[in-house]
């Protein structure tokens, strides 16, 4: 298991993957898995993109609710803490 933060606002964001999808993500074909979480107490949903932008290999976006959407984090891989726990 791996897990992979972001930071959105001033709240950290933690999706799991199992090892199979990190050595997936890591080969560059891209990948998208979503993450239900909370942030200032209202329910959001966060979409995890790899490998979908050739100048960015990590895109999060969300969106709530009210459909309110937005972009959370835009950059690299490296750029968010990536903690494995296998």
Do not use: C
């Amino acid at each position: 298991m791996v897990e992979i933060s972001v930071q959105i606002g001033y709240e950290s964001h933690t999706l799991s993957v199992s090892s199979e999808e990190w050595n997936l993500i890591k080969s560059g074909k891209p990948f998208e898995k979503i993450l239900e979480s909370y942030y200032e107490g209202e329910s959001f949903t966060y979409e995890f993109n790899f490998n979908s932008d050739p100048e960015n290999n990590l895109i999060v976006n969300y969106y709530g609710a009210d459909l309110d959407r937005g972009e959370g984090y835009i950059g690299s891989i490296e750029g968010a803490k990536i903690e494995f726990l296998d």
